[in-house]
């Protein structure tokens, strides 16, 4: 059996149900482009309720055996899995890129990282352990065991086309939940490609469906997830107002919620920070994926008396990144996903800069390598009244803002409705456990920009969302405890 592919396999344009590759049940199609040329890469099905629903009765209709299988046996598919993954890490890394924008070193890093995913919750698949509490009467024997939710709905954004699904699908199934996916419009084709990987790894049919839909037809789509009771589980990463839309409609069938949402991350540099390593973090944490990711610092917050040190240092760095399409070997940043990314990332500087902040380097688009590359941003001068300070820029920019205490820096950190990542450098031991205690944040990055792990637990509070996706805990999200109560045992 062939297990490398080559990239024309790895195209997939139809819904993957109880086994089998399947139009949409309407025949409607929509197209996926390649964000750095706009061109089409293929025209896919285009999935709304009924595929959902069709998908629901597949992964229903799979749950009792799935359920009932020897972990070790699901664990030695989530291996297949993860081998075929490695194997094909190339070709995978070229279809992140194409449809994504990435390039292709970080393109092939994401499949490393979302591989590791699957390889933790396979071993992790073998050691789901219960509880014998210690007796309370005579005669009776109480336990505690941890059962699989049963049927998951995943449901994923664009900027990690494969490892975001990739650490939802593999707890889902090494628990032994089946799994009903929808990956982000923009980028669905990644996920399909994975998808068939799972199936040639044997993931049995019904096990893992998946639908690509449009953003209009995912919305009728979903809905019918949300409404359907035998959906127990909703996993989902993106936006934190889909997030909220999604709580409210389960609510009617109290499923269980795992939100992984926006952020935005604080970044704050002391004094006595090792400027040097400051800045090499910074570059790591915030350029990933052109700026594209939740745990990016979107406000970084320098005292004022490295504040100018600080910029110019940043700002050679950042004016020398290379921004090209992901096809050019040397590129560091590619096209930013789609020109509403672009809009918005303008109208943020736009905004700053109306507002008293001055660019060190970028502040404009790069039209000359096609409409959707922006330029690496450093903005000093930044403030709270900046629209930059409160949302997202989802973007290659690094507004600046000057600090005088360690007081000001944590307030202003914490100012926020959202809590994902925050990092901050500082060399004085007491300092690092004060801030990391007051830092209102799921994830703290101290003296390091790259936090993401499959061992760690990753994951927000407030508006960021709740649950935790990798490490021992990952698994919890998709387990329930029943209670064993035995009596009559004298
Ligand atoms: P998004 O919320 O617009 O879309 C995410 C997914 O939800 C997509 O699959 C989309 O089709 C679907 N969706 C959107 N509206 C829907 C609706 N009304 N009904 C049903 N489904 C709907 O987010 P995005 O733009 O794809 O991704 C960027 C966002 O994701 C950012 O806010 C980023 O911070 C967040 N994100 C968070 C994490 C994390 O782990 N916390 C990781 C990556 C991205």
Request: hydrophobic share 45%.
């Amino acid at each position: 059996m062939a297990t490398k592919f080559e990239l024309s396999d790895l195209i997939r344009t139809e819904h993957f149900i109880d086994g089998k590759w399947v139009a949409s049940i309407s025949g409607k199609r929509f197209d996926v482009t390649n964000p750095a040329t706009g061109e089409v890469i293929a025209t896919i099905a285009d999935g709304g309720e009924a595929d959902a629903r069709a998908a629901t009765d597949a992964a229903a209709r799979a749950f009792p055996a799935w359920r009932d299988a020897l972990p070790k046996d699901r664990a030695a598919v989530l291996h297949r899995w993860h081998a075929l993954m490695l194997e094909n890490a190339d070709v995978l890394g070229r279809l992140i890129s194409l449809e994504q924008g990435k390039p292709f070193a970080e393109g092939r890093g994401e499949v490393l990282y979302g591989a590791s995913y699957v390889a933790w919750f396979a071993d992790e698949a073998t050691r789901i352990y219960g509880d014998l509490i210690p007796q309370q009467q005579r005669g009776k024997r109480m336990s505690a065991v941890k059962e699989p939710v049963g049927v998951v709905a995943a449901i994923t954004p664009w900027n990690f086309p494969l490892a975001m699904i990739a650490r939802k699908i593999a707890p889902a199934l090494a628990v032994g939940c089946t799994v009903v996916g929808k990956p982000a419009e923009d980028t669905p084709l990644t996920a399909l490609a994975l998808v068939m990987l799972a199936h040639e790894a044997g993931v049995p049919p019904g096990v893992l469906n998946l639908i690509a839909s449009s953003r209009e037809s995912a919305v009728p789509a979903v809905a019918d997830w949300l409404h359907d009771g035998r959906v127990r589980k909703i996993t989902f990463t993106g936006s934190t107002p889909v997030g909220k839309y999604l709580a409210r409609e389960s609510a009617e069938t109290l499923k269980k919620l795992s939100l992984e949402l926006g952020g935005n991350a604080p970044f704050i540099v002391f004094d006595d920070a090792d400027l040097d390593a400051a800045v090499d973090g910074l570059l790591v944490s915030k350029f990933r994926n052109g700026g594209q990711t939740c745990v990016c610092p979107n406000r970084v917050y320098v005292q004022t008396s490295v504040y100018e040190k600080f910029g110019d240092m940043l700002a050679k760095r950042v004016a020398a990144l290379k921004v090209a399409p992901a096809t050019d070997s040397a590129a560091q940043i590619g096209p930013m996903i789609n020109a509403r990314a672009v809009d918005k990332i303008a109208r943020h500087v736009d905004d700053a800069v109306s507002k008293g902040a001055r660019a060190l380097t970028g502040g404009k688009r790069l039209t000359a390598l096609g409409p959707n590359y922006y330029a690496p941003t450093v903005l000093a001068d930044a403030t709270s009244e900046m629209q930059l300070s409160c949302e997202e820029t989802f973007g290659p920019v690094v507004p600046l803002f000057r600090f005088e205490d360690e007081a000001e820096a944590i307030h202003a950190a914490n100012d926020t409705p959202f809590g994902l990542a925050s990092y901050f450098y500082s060399q004085d031991v007491r300092r690092i456990d004060r801030v990391s205690r007051q830092l209102e944040a799921g994830i703290v990055g101290i003296n390091e920009g790259a936090i993401s792990s499959e061992a760690a637990p990753f994951g927000g509070v407030k508006e960021s969302g709740y649950g935790r996706e990798g490490s021992k805990y990952g698994l919890d999200d998709y387990l329930s405890i029943k209670y064993l109560c035995q009596g009559g045992l004298d």
